[in-house]
């Protein structure tokens, strides 16, 4: 009998959990957090979490990189090696449209983590997409709560951008990888053209949007000692994949 994927994850949490609406929280009430831009006010928003699934993240993203929303949930599986991972971890969920696909990628008993700050979004998350492998936890990505080398896969789609320090957030995915597992990253990305690239930052730094560059995340992955580093570019998204040296056990 296949464990329960909550208290598998509360398992693996260095912090007090409750289990609020379905998802596992370790915030609780108040966050301390900096004032909320208009990108991220809309991600805390309960009618943006119902339709972002269905009908907002498809069509903005396909328009962005003109990959389809199964195509990127194939090459995400692909990516992270998920055929031979036991535990993933899906920083900045949403309403987990990838992480309750890829945990069906999982071995039996594997476990995918969802993991994000806002309550409307698990909530969804739970109601749309839970499943025997999966679990959901609300905090804050700047301090992810486990310990060091907890997951073979790591993954960040479609976030990073939103985020006040993303690099950050970057490493605290890293570390909590373990030697020879995954990670993988779905990203902003501006051109190198000048006008298209001074365009695209104006734009997005008016709703509190980062675009990034080609290198910014391909040298963080090799500064770290990551190998392996590959990186697709479509438009104005980056996908960024590379392994952590070591075995994986």
Request: aromatic share 8%; proline share 6%.
């Amino acid at each position: 009998m296949s464990q329960d994927p909550v208290e598998l994850t509360r398992g693996l949490l260095n912090e007090t959990s409750v289990l609020r609406h379905g998802f596992l929280d370790v915030l609780g009430e108040s966050t301390n957090s900096p004032v909320p831009t208009v990108a991220q006010r809309a991600m805390n928003s309960p009618f943006v979490a119902t339709v972002y699934e269905r009908l907002w993240r498809p069509a903005a993203f396909y328009m962005a990189s003109g990959v389809t929303h199964r195509a990127e949930q194939h090459r995400a599986a692909s990516a992270l090696h998920l055929s031979t991972a036991q535990r993933l971890l899906d920083v900045a969920c949403g309403p987990g449209n990838f992480t309750g696909p890829l945990a069906q990628r999982l071995p039996d008993g594997g476990l995918a983590v969802g993991f994000d700050i806002s309550a409307p979004m698990l909530t969804r998350a739970v109601l749309d997409n839970s499943g025997p492998q999966t679990c959901y936890v609300r905090g804050d990505a700047h301090e992810l709560p486990f310990g060091d080398e907890i997951f073979d896969a790591v993954c960040c789609f479609g976030a990073l951008y939103l985020m006040p320090e993303p690099f950050r957030v970057a490493r605290e995915m890293m570390r909590v990888l373990k030697p020879g597992g995954r990670i993988a990253i779905l990203t902003s990305y501006a051109r190198e053209v000048a006008p298209i690239r001074h365009v695209l930052t104006a734009g997005a730094r008016a709703i509190g949007l980062t675009m990034f560059d080609q290198t910014a995340f391909v040298d963080l992955f090799l500064s770290a000692g990551l190998v392996d580093v590959e990186q697709q570019t479509q438009r104005a998204l980056q996908f960024v994949a590379a392994t952590k040296p070591g075995s994986n056990n």
